[in-house]
DNA sequence: CTGAAAGCGCTTACAG
DNA sequence: CTGAAAGCGCTTACAG
């Protein structure tokens, strides 16, 4: 049995490197150098040479070498963080797919909800000088701090930066100031009253994602009359299926009076879902349920939850676009709201009779 | 208002060198280079002196320029293949952190099922010179047909790539053979005879992964005196609750005898579970239902869905390790099986009244 | 249109 | 223990 590993040596004798195309097709590596980054000024018949030698010999530069000499940083790096990592993923998928078709490669890096995502990025910068950065989930107070210390164009997805007002990062989001009202309307025009808001964590820096939802939440109450101090109950939550049934547990216990309940992420509320269940109350006779993000997950559960639906690829799309722009030319960065949908499913009872 | 971009110019003169670091502390790069890479042979003088500058300009070496000199690799690249991305995405998850760990970066590229992921990989190999490569779901066939031409240190997780006998091919999976066999045991002792299996797609390489999991399947039937090509319904369903939702219907709508369905991932499990509902049956009084992989989820659906739970921390982390030293060091591939556990939960009833 | 040569930022024998 | 120098695989003015 042949069990031996290829040693660096061998593998590196089996790598064909610019030089060896060169000696093959009678050309310098200069010329071959041209053909390789498709330059006007190379003869047809040269080209066709060389290119064929390339084909035959399956050779691809060496990105490092390319990399050292070029200005250009290397692969775009995506930071994902955060629980909701369901939610998240599915960007990123797309993201990389999108990157992808642009031929450029990605880098990804997990973070945790307490990771400071500005230090990591500010590390692999200088480690790997990458030639942008693209934030999935972020804590607007780690940028406050830290991002002046990045010069790479940079994107922020799920969440605002506007008024960061970095020339370096743009920032693309569901308005959530929106999305948390109008979540929160459905539930007051189906006559709710009493509603538990679970949510993720507040900050104290402007605009962060469940602030922004929580206001909305509030301003559409004041609208129906109704006191925020006094009627609403909100509890912060990781965004979890486990940590949503908990806290909805816990509501539920200390609450009887709740006939509704709005969660921040479908993930969470999914764990709701259970926690009532779980009472013995069921969705939406006794109580009532919204999700947010539009996850699939939601046509499959029984009841399906409404949900706030995010676009996810567009959210994916516009970032990935506006990056690349950036990272080319000098563009100012932008801040933009993708349009959300309220998606009425079977979670949601109509105590009023009347809408 | 500063909206202007940095240029590449001005970025690169932010960007110190390691020749910025000799001048600074007075002594050659080549002293710097030796500290940089942790060398014996620096007096600790130097080094004190050379660590306390790098510190203060906030130095991190270009590891382009590294790799270009080392005969090493760069990156590790990830190939996240198929459908079932939710499972698959958790164990990128930990893939990462355990790499991050060891200060390795990660790659990741997101493959759809139809994709050929070993000609990625040899992409990938001939353009970025990756150090070792990790396949997250993968089609054995492609393995066979095209994996030879790949050197660099792999592992195939989910999947069993043994008899394929490459020596830079190491595979860690969950034993399929044996999980379907436990689900369906598991049915089967609790008086189901009328059995729909919800796979995935089969496939005429050996050890795919459905295909040992129906094998076990038809194991087990026949250790009951079943015969599996007359009793047993299979179809062939993409890794989503939207497949399993509808292929579910299908078979509910022909077999009315069905009482009890096995999906081979939760998330189709989720998705029959609702098409049962949606067919006015319920779980498990109706219909029984038990799924695969042991995702969180299962434990929130209503009713708790029982599953096969694989170890997805021991299927990254063994797959981590494995990796990183047969990168260093001249090792024989390994093919290992990381045990599962069946999760009785709450869809399952029992028929027979005995055990 | 093409080649010879300098240089990107590092590492690593080779001297001393 | 330290420095000077060659070289990793490319790109890109500079000549011709």
Redesign the pocket.
């Known amino acids: 049995m042949e069990n031996r590993q290829i040693t660096a040596w061998e593998r ?1 004798r089996l ?5 060896d ?2 000696d093959l097709s ?9 053909v ?2 498709d ?9 066709n040479k060389i290119l064929e030698i390339i084909e035959q010999e399956g ?4 990105t ?3 990399h ?4 250009k940083g290397s692969a775009v790096t995506v930071f994902v963080k955060g629980a909701d990592s369901t939610f998240l993923n599915s960007i990123l998928e797309k993201i990389q797919r999108y990157l992808y078709e642009n031929n450029e490669e990605v880098r990804v890096v997990f973070l945790k909800e307490a990771d400071n995502e500005v230090e990591y990025a500010l590390k692999v910068c200088q480690e790997r000088r990458p030639k942008g950065l693209l934030f999935l989930g972020g804590d607007l107070n780690n940028f406050k701090k830290g991002f002046r210390h990045i010069s790479v164009p940079s994107v922020l997805i799920t969440g605002f930066a506007e008024k960061l007002d970095f020339d370096n990062l743009s920032s693309f989001c569901t308005d959530d100031y929106e999305g948390g009202k109008a979540a929160m309307k459905n539930l007051l025009e189906n006559g709710h009253r009493n509603i538990a808001v679970i949510g993720g964590f507040l900050s104290d820096a402007e605009d962060q994602v469940s602030n922004n939802r929580l206001q909305g939440v509030r301003d559409a109450m004041q609208e129906k009359g109704l006191d925020p101090e006094e009627t609403l109950c909100y509890v912060q939550c990781r965004f979890s299926s486990r940590d949503g049934y908990e806290k909805t547990r816990e509501i539920l216990a200390e609450h009887k009076d709740i006939t509704a309940v709005f969660a921040f992420s479908d993930i969470t509320a999914v764990g709701a879902l259970r926690a009532i269940c779980d009472c013995g109350y069921s969705v939406p006779e006794d109580i009532s349920l919204i999700g947010y993000d539009g996850m699939e997950l939601t046509e499959y559960t029984v009841p399906r939850i409404s949900t706030v639906r995010q676009d996810i690829d567009q959210l994916a799309k516009k970032s990935v676009e506006d990056l690349l722009f950036r990272i080319s030319y000098p563009r100012a960065s932008v801040h933009r709201f993708i349009p959300f949908e309220v998606m009425d499913k079977e979670s949601i009872r109509n105590l009023s009779g009347q809408k």
């Open positions: 590196r790598m064909k490197t610019i030089k195309i060169a009678g050309y310098s590596i200069g010329t071959v150098s041209r390789l980054n330059r006007p000024d190379v003869s047809e018949e040269a080209k050779y691809e530069p060496n490092h070498a390319r050292l000499k070029q200005t």
